[in-house]
């Protein structure tokens, strides 16, 4: 908050106005340390980038500066209102307006549209205190409208309630279900980031209430995969754990939710995971073949009280690049060329040493392979 402040002193003894808006505000209130602080300002992109020294220009053509303090980032916003959203979520022009009230009043929750002076006075024209106190999301203005203009908000109001544990308020609620469809409109990378906020946040069950109860879900690919019971869900802080959670209570594959576009990476750990959940019993093979994060996806849902992190290190080696031989000595030690033979034989020996049934030591595996080889061929 003290980078937030000295920009605003600044922008103020320049002659303009500034405050701190939006996020930063209403988790100030609530007694939560708010993770970006966002400044609103009267001056103007140009202005605000002539009073300091480092600035980045990160969305400069919607009013946004970046002022850089000690490599710390604060994004100042030249005061404006947005109009037009003939596609239903961005808006067709950004006009700069000078008043704190206008801007406001463009903000899509009453706990997101106060701001707060240097002095921390608050500015509340539509009531967010009371809504923050009360545990209520209700839209700024008539709910109808502003959902139409952009209906990312929908799921916004959706992921407040579980992030907060807050109720959405009954006339902004049967805005959301009027205008479900048109969720369709919204870019499927913006829709996957409200849903894993959902699924890190302290109530997500209340989230999926209101996802189902407001038919939003039925403009979600596999959106009826979301109407399981989310009540036993324990949600950490990886939101791959509620993606794996919704699998595993549908008891379906990756291949329902891939119109998500996970990372590579997430959608292998899901599948992994859902591979591990159904061996019946993890023994050090299982603890070397899967990683700590596919085996702990697992874990959350299934009620495993293993230590992972501890059995994993406890074992004998944690890759094939920590064994004593490899593919090429199997090759130098048998006198054939590479071949489908080597994959199988090196696994067998990766399996051996895993298992403790041979030790990591190149004379001891040389042993028991060219005994073993001679054996099965
Ligand atoms: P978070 O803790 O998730 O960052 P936030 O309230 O800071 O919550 P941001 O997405 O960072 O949310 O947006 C900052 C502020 O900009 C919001 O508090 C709100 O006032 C406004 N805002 C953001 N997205 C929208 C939107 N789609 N429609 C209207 N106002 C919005
Ligand atoms: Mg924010």
Redesign the pocket.
């Known amino acids: 908050m003290k980078k937030a402040k000295c920009i605003i002193a600044r922008l103020k003894e320049a002659g303009y106005e500034a405050y701190m ?4 505000v ?2 100030h209130l609530r007694g939560a340390t708010p ?2 602080i ?1 400044v609103a300002t009267s001056a103007s992109p140009e202005q605000v980038k002539a009073l300091f020294e480092r600035t980045i220009d990160t969305g400069i053509e919607h009013g946004t500066v970046m002022v850089v303090i000690e490599g710390q980032g604060t994004e100042v916003t030249t005061f404006r209102t947005e109009s037009g959203y003939s596609d239903n979520r961005r808006p067709d022009k950004v006009e700069f307006v000078n008043s704190l009230i206008e801007d406001l009043k ?3 929750f009453t706990i ?2 106060m701001a707060m002076t240097e002095e921390m006075a608050i500015i509340d024209p539509f009531g967010g205190r009371g809504d923050l106190d009360s545990g209520i999301i209700r839209a700024v203005g008539v709910p109808e409208e502003r959902f139409s203009e ?1 209906a ?2 929908m799921l ?1 109001a959706i992921r407040f309630s579980g992030q907060l544990n807050f109720r959405i308020d009954p006339s902004t609620k049967q805005a959301i279900s009027e205008h479900a469809e048109n969720l369709q409109f919204v870019a499927m990378e913006r829709i996957k980031a409200e849903l894993d ?1 959902i699924m890190v946040s302290v109530a997500p069950d209340i989230s999926m209430k209101y996802l189902t109860e407001t038919r939003l879900s039925c403009y979600l690919p596999s959106g009826g995969l979301f109407e399981i019971d989310w009540s036993e869900y324990p949600a950490g802080n990886d939101p791959l754990s509620g993606w794996f959670y919704l699998l595993y209570q549908n008891g379906e594959t990756f291949n329902s939710i891939r119109d998500y576009r996970f990372s590579n990476q997430d959608r292998k750990d899901l599948q992994h995971a859902l591979e591990a959940s159904r061996l019946p019993h993890w023994d050090d093979w299982v603890f070397y073949s899967f990683t700590e994060r596919q085996l702990a996806l697992v874990q959350a849902v299934s009620h495993k009280t293993v230590e992972v992190k501890r059995r994993q290190q406890a074992l004998p080696v944690r890759s094939k690049s920590e064994l004593a031989a490899n593919g090429r000595d199997l090759m130098e030690w048998t006198g054939k060329k590479a071949g489908p033979w080597l994959k199988e034989w090196t696994r067998q020996m990766e399996k051996a040493v895993v298992e403790r049934r041979l030790a990591n030591d190149k004379e001891r595996i040389k042993d028991w392979f060219i005994d073993e080889y001679q054996r099965h061929t």
């Open positions: 808006v939006g996020g930063a209403r988790d993770h970006d966002d463009r903000r899509d997101n549209a952009d990312l908000r916004r906020k």
